[in-house]
């Protein structure tokens, strides 16, 4: 017996399967259950990468101090002012998205910061992944939901390795 139940009603993330589409962008205001600060030496190189190569948009600005980008519900990141980072560290950070963006994404991420992308990758738990380092040397992860088949590699290597079910 688990405690557990598909929750996708709230959740902005859709199902995974061919052809999803991408909800659109969220410029509703709420208490925010969790956000990102990414500290930047250029607010304005760093809103552009985020908008133009991620797909956020500017929710709000202060300028010189805040800059507020969301994405979907929920996927909040704040800009702020530091000193320059020396190189992305260990630190990654994920935000959903579907299959049918993966291209689109890092192509666009290219575009902005060429050689800022990695991937995508097929993850063993089901996932399609682009690694993004930022201007502001933020590590970045765009992960999108494969369509879950019990038979795959993907469902035997839950089962076997991580030690429990993997149905439908």
């Known amino acids: 017996m688990t405690d557990t139940f598909p929750a996708f009603s709230v ?4 199902l995974p399967g061919p052809g999803v589409q991408p909800p659109e962008l969220f410029r509703g205001i709420y208490g925010m259950p969790m956000f990102v600060n990414v ?5 304005e190189a760093s809103t ?3 908008v133009n190569g991620l ?3 500017e929710f709000f600005a202060a300028p010189g101090t805040v800059v507020h980008l969301r994405r979907w519900a929920f996927q909040d990141v ?3 002012p530091a000193a ?4 992305a560290g260990p630190l990654s950070v994920s935000f959903s998205c579907v299959q049918g963006e993966i291209d689109e994404i890092a192509a666009a991420c290219e575009r902005v910061a060429p050689g800022s992308t990695t991937g995508p990758r097929v993850q063993p738990w089901g996932t399609l992944d682009l690694e993004v ?3 502001e040397r933020t590590r970045i992860v765009m992960t999108a939901a494969r369509p879950w088949d019990p038979s795959s590699p993907e469902a035997q290597h839950v089962r076997d390795e991580l030690g429990f079910g993997a149905e439908g």
């Open 133 to 135: 380092v930022t201007p």
């Open 48 to 50: 552009d990468f985020w």
């Open 55 to 57: 797909g956020f948009f």
């Open 84 to 87: 320059p980072a020396a190189e």
């Open 11 to 14: 959740s902005p993330v859709p």
């Open 39 to 43: 500290p930047t030496h250029d607010l």
């Open 78 to 80: 704040l800009l702020v």
